[in-house]
C-alpha cells in the first residue's frame, strides 16, 4: 500500500470513529435529558463533529463527512425516543451547526490554529454563529414537531452546544501543537488537581456554591503546560461536570433541589460555567502561547545578531556616550590586539591603536550631541599586520524618547584594495605600447592610459569624461560595420557582440591618430560586469598592428607566387613523367627486336660465328638486356608516380620467387669472383602478393648487392619468419660492399639518387631500383629498411605480412636446403 493509500485509509478510519462517537454521545445526551425538557442539557456531539473537522482542515471529503453526521445524529434522536421526522431534521441541524463552524474557521486558512487572539476571536464567533443556527432550527422542530416553546428552547440548546464546541473543538486546533516541555513532576500534579478539584465541586454531597474553583486550576495549566493539555482537561471537566450534575451532585444540582429552579435553567448554568471556563483558559494558553513565541523569536534574533557580529568580516565597535566601548567583535578585537573581554568596559581612545587620539577623543565627545562624523578614516597599527588603513561608517542607537545612546562604528579594512588599485594603476601606466581605455555604458570615456595616448596621440585629458570615441575611428568603416550588423552607425557598433552575450569580440579597425595619420589596430571590447553579472562599463584593449598587417600581406603576395611557382613545378613534373613514359614505351620496341635478332645470331640463324664473333654478340645482347632492365625501371616509376601500380595479388610461396629472382641474377654473379649464400626456410613461406612484382624487388636487391660489391666479397640472401612476430617474414640481402653513410639511408629510396661514393667510383646505374622495392614493400603492406657503414657492406631487411599455410606443399629443393657457394672471377 502506497503512502497515498494508507493517508486516505486513516481518514477514513478516524471518520468513521468519530461518527460512531457522534451516535454514542447524541443517543447518551437525549437519554439523559431532564424530565419534562424536550431538548438535552448539553449536546457533546456537536463539539466531537466540529473538533474532527478542524483537525483534518479543508478537505474535499469534509462534505462526506457532514452527511454522516446527519445520519449518525438522526439516529441518536431516534434511538433517544423522538419520532423519526423530528430525528431527522435534528440531524440536519447538526450537519449545519458543524458545516457553519467548519466553513468560518477554514475561509481564509486551509487548517485553522489558535495561534493569536485572532484565533480565538473567529472560534468563538464561529461558534456562536453555529450555536446560533442550530437554536434557530432546533426552536423551529421543537416548536412544530413537538409543539415544545420556540423561545426558550433556543436559549436552552444555543447555549448547551456553545458550550460543546468550545470544550471540545481545541482539541481539533491543537491537535498539532507541540507541547512547550517535556511531561514533567508540575503536570502530573496540575492534572491531579484539576481532576480532584472537579470531581470534589461537583461530586453529589456537595452543596456549596463553589463551581469557581476549577478555573484557577484549569489558568495554571493554560500558563504553563500548552494549549493541548487545556484542551484535554476542559473537556475532562466539561464531561464531569454535565454528568455529575446529571446525576443530582454539584452546586447546580443543589440550588434545583434547594431553590426549585427549572431543569433547564440547571443545563443553562452548567453550560454557561463550561463557557466560562473555556473562554478564560482559551485566552489565557493563546496569551501564553504567544508570548512564549516571542520570546524564543527574540532569543533567535539576538543569536543571529551575536553569530552576524562575530562573524562579519568587517569591523563592528559599539561606544556608549561617555566614548567607552560597550560591544565589540572579533574582527575588531583581532586588529586592536586584545580579547573582547579585555576591551569592553576601557575608553576607546585608550584601545584604538591610533596615533592621532586627540582626534578619537573629539569624535567621542560628539556621540550625545550627535556631532560625530558620518564617515571617516585612520590609520591603525597593528602588531604583525604593521599599518592598516581603515574606513569607518558611523550610526546612532537611540533610546524611545530619541536620545542618542550609542555609536556604532563599522570599518572595513582597506589596505589590500588600495594597493591592488595602485598596483592595477602601476600595471597601466607601464603597458605604455598598448592602448587600455575606459568607457561607460553610454560610451564615455572613464580610462586613458599612457598607452593610449602613445599610441593614439592624444591626451587623457583630452578625451576622458567624454564621449570622443568617434574621434578615434574611422568613420566610413564605422558605417560598413554598422550595415554589417543591422544597427544605427554609433557606439553599438563597437559593443553590439558583447550587449548580445558574448564575452569579447576581438576585430581590427582603422584609428584615427590626433595628427592624422591612419593606424590599424587589433581591438578586443569586452564588459565589465558588476557582482550580480550585469554589464557596468567596457574595456578596450587595442595594440597597433599596422606593420604586422602590411608584413601578413605581403607574405601572402608571396605564398601566392610560391603556390604558382608549385603548380608550374608540379605541372613540369608530369609533363617529365608522362614524356619519360611514352620514349620508354617507344624504346621498348625495338630493343626487344633487337634483343630477338641477337638471340637468332647466337643460335646460328645466320651462319656459324667464330669465338671472337660470339664473345661480341653475347656483350650486345648483356648490355642490351641492361638497358631493357632500365627502360623496365623507368615504366615502373612513372606508374608509381601516377599512383598506377597495379598488383595481380594471389597467394603464392614467396620461396618461388626468391628462387626465381636468384636464378634471374645468376648470369651476373657467375662471372664475378663473389662468395654467394642463400639461406631459406625449410617449410613454404605463403604471402597474399604479386609474384611478379616480388620477383623484380628481390632482383633489385641482389643486383644492387653485386654491383656495389667488389670481386672477393660476399652476398647472402636469407629469408625466415619472424620468432617475435610468427605473422611477418623477413627477407634480408646482405653484401660486404662499400657501405652507405648514415646521411643518406633515407635518401637512397628517393628516385634517381646516387651517393657520392657511386659518383665517385663510377658505378652505373639510374638511381631507381630502391625506390621500385620500397613502393612494392608498401604496396604488399610491408617495409623495408637498411642497416650500413662505409665500407662495411649494406643490409636491406624487406618484412612482409603472412599468410595462412597450405597442406603438402614444398618449395624448391635446392634453396631451401641453403649453400654457400664461390664463382670464379668474370674476365669479361
Known amino acids: 500500500m502506497t503512502w497515498r493509500g494508507t493517508a486516505r485509509w486513516n481518514w477514513w478510519a478516524w471518520a468513521l470513529l468519530a461518527l460512531v462517537g457522534v451516535f454514542v454521545l447524541g443517543a447518551t ?297 560597550a560591544r565589540l567583535n572579533a574582527t575588531a578585537a583581532r586588529l586592536m590586539g586584545d580579547s573582547e573581554e579585555a576591551l569592553v568596559g576601557r575608553l576607546a581612545a585608550d584601545v584604538f591603536p591610533v596615533a592621532d587620539r586627540d582626534r578619537v577623543v573629539r569624535t567621542m565627545a560628539g556621540i550625545a550631541s550627535g556631532q560625530a562624523p558620518l564617515t571617516e578614516e585612520h590609520d591603525w597599527h597593528v602588531e604583525g599586520l604593521g599599518v592598516r588603513r581603515l574606513v569607518w561608517t558611523n550610526a546612532y542607537l537611540t533610546d524611545d524618547s530619541g536620545r542618542r545612546t550609542h555609536l556604532v562604528k563599522t570599518g572595513a579594512d582597506v589596505t589590500d584594495e588600495r594597493a591592488a588599485r595602485t598596483f592595477v594603476e602601476a600595471v597601466l601606466e607601464a603597458a605604455t605600447a598598448t592602448a587600455i581605455i575606459g568607457m561607460d555604458l553610454d560610451g564615455v570615456v572613464t580610462l586613458f592610459n599612457r598607452g593610449a595616448e602613445n599610441v593614439l596621440g592624444w591626451q587623457a585629458t583630452d578625451v576622458v569624461g567624454r564621449r570622443d570615441w568617434p574621434l578615434l575611428h574611422d568613420p566610413d568603416e564605422v558605417a560598413r560595420r554598422a550595415a554589417e550588423l543591422g544597427v544605427e552607425p554609433g557606439f553599438d557598433v563597437l559593443v553590439h557582440l558583447v550587449r548580445e552575450g558574448a564575452p569579447a569580440e576581438t576585430r581590427d579597425w582603422t584609428c584615427v591618430r590626433k595628427d592624422g595619420t591612419r593606424r590599424t589596430m587589433s581591438l578586443t571590447m569586452s564588459g565589465i560586469r558588476g557582482a550580480g553579472g550585469h554589464l557596468t562599463g567596457y574595456l578596450a584593449v587595442a595594440e597597433d598592428v599596422t606593420r604586422r598587417r602590411q608584413a601578413e600581406v605581403a607574405l601572402q603576395v608571396a605564398l601566392g607566387r610560391e603556390r604558382q611557382a608549385v603548380e608550374e613545378l608540379t605541372a613540369l613534373d608530369r609533363t617529365k613523367s608522362d614524356f619519360v613514359s611514352a620514349v620508354s614505351h617507344e624504346l621498348r620496341t625495338p630493343l626487344a627486336s633487337v634483343l630477338g635478332y641477337v638471340e637468332m645470331l647466337e643460335d646460328g640463324a645466320a651462319g656459324p660465328l667464330t669465338d671472337r664473333q660470339l664473345e661480341l654478340v653475347s656483350r650486345v645482347d648483356r648490355n642490351g638486356r641492361r638497358l631493357l632492365s632500365l627502360i623496365e625501371d623507368l615504366l615502373l616509376n612513372s606508374r608509381i608516380e601516377a599512383g598506377r601500380l597495379q598488383l595481380d595479388v594471389r597467394r603464392c610461396d614467396l620461396s618461388d620467387v626468391v628462387a626465381s629472382a636468384w636464378t634471374s641474377v645468376n648470369t651476373v654473379t657467375a662471372q664475378r669472383d663473389l662468395v654467394r649464400r642463400v639461406d631459406v626456410a625449410e617449410q613454404p613461406v605463403w604471402i597474399e602478393g604479386d609474384p611478379v612484382a616480388l620477383e623484380r624487388m628481390v632482383t633489385n636487391l641482389l643486383s644492387n648487392a653485386v654491383k656495389f660489391t667488389p670481386d672477393g666479397g660476399r652476398v647472402s640472401l636469407d629469408l625466415q619468419p619472424d620468432e617475435q612476430e610468427p605473422n611477418m617474414v623477413h627477407l634480408v640481402v646482405a653484401d660486404s660492399g662499400m657501405g652507405i653513410p648514415a646521411a643518406d639511408h633515407e635518401r637512397i629510396f628517393a628516385r634517381f639518387f646516387r651517393s657520392n661514393a657511386a659518383n665517385e667510383r663510377a658505378i652505373q646505374g639510374p638511381g631507381l631500383g630502391l625506390s621500385i622495392v620500397r613502393a612494392i614493400a608498401e604496396g604488399h603492406g610491408g617495409t623495408v629498411r637498411v642497416e650500413s657503414e662505409p665500407e662495411h657492406g649494406a643490409t636491406f631487411i624487406v618484412s612482409l605480412p603472412r599468410s595462412a599455410p597450405e597442406v603438402n606443399s614444398d618449395g624448391p629443393a635446392l634453396l631451401r636446403a641453403g649453400g654457400t657457394y664461390r664463382d670464379q672471377k668474370d674476365d669479361s
Not at 483534518?56 to 433517544?80: K, P, Q
Not at 474557521?105 to 487572539?117: D, E, G
Not at 485572532?118 to 443556527?133: C, H, I, K, Q
Not at 463551581?211 to 484549569?218: H, M, N
Request: net charge positive; aromatic share 6%.
Open 29 to 325: 445526551a437525549v437519554r439523559f435529558a431532564p424530565p419534562g425538557s424536550t431538548v438535552a442539557v448539553w449536546w457533546p456531539a456537536a463539539g466531537l463533529a466540529v473538533s474532527f473537522l478542524l483537525a483534518t482542515g479543508r478537505d474535499r471529503r469534509a462534505y462526506l463527512f457532514l452527511v454522516g453526521v446527519l445520519v449518525s445524529s438522526g439516529a441518536a434522536n431516534y434511538y433517544g425516543g423522538r419520532p423519526p421526522l423530528v430525528a431527522l431534521c435534528f440531524g440536519v441541524a447538526n450537519a449545519a451547526e458543524a458545516a457553519v463552524v467548519h466553513g468560518l474557521l477554514t475561509r481564509s486558512v486551509r487548517r485553522p490554529t489558535l495561534a493569536s487572539m485572532e484565533d480565538l476571536w473567529r472560534l468563538l464567533a464561529a461558534t456562536l454563529a453555529g450555536a446560533l443556527v442550530f437554536g434557530i432550527l432546533a426552536g423551529l422542530i421543537v416548536r412544530v414537531g413537538l409543539g415544545g416553546p420556540f423561545l426558550s428552547t433556543v436559549s436552552a440548546v444555543t447555549a448547551s452546544h456553545a458550550a460543546a464546541v468550545l470544550v471540545l473543538a481545541p482539541i481539533g486546533l491543537a491537535a498539532r501543537a507541540r507541547r512547550p516541555q517535556p511531561l514533567g513532576v508540575e503536570d502530573l500534579v496540575q492534572w491531579a488537581t484539576v481532576v480532584g478539584v472537579t470531581v470534589w465541586v461537583f461530586h453529589a454531597g456537595q452543596q456549596l456554591p463553589l463551581a469557581f474553583l476549577p478555573i484557577p486550576v484549569l489558568v495554571w495549566g493554560a500558563l504553563r503546560l500548552g494549549q493541548r493539555t487545556v484542551a484535554v482537561q476542559l473537556l475532562v471537566i466539561g464531561v464531569t461536570a454535565v454528568v455529575m450534575t446529571s446525576l443530582g451532585g454539584g452546586p447546580f444540582a443543589a440550588a434545583a433541589v434547594t431553590g426549585g429552579i427549572r431543569p433547564e435553567t440547571v443545563g443553562a448554568l452548567t453550560q454557561a460555567f463550561l463557557a466560562t471556563a473555556a473562554v478564560t483558559a482559551l485566552s489565557l494558553a493563546v496569551a501564553s502561547t504567544q508570548r512564549r513565541n516571542a520570546l524564543a523569536e527574540l532569543r533567535d534574533e539576538a543569536e543571529l545578531s551575536r553569530v552576524v557580529l562575530d562573524t562579519a568580516a568587517s569591523a563592528i565597535v559599539v561606544v556608549d556616550c561617555t566614548g567607552t566601548v
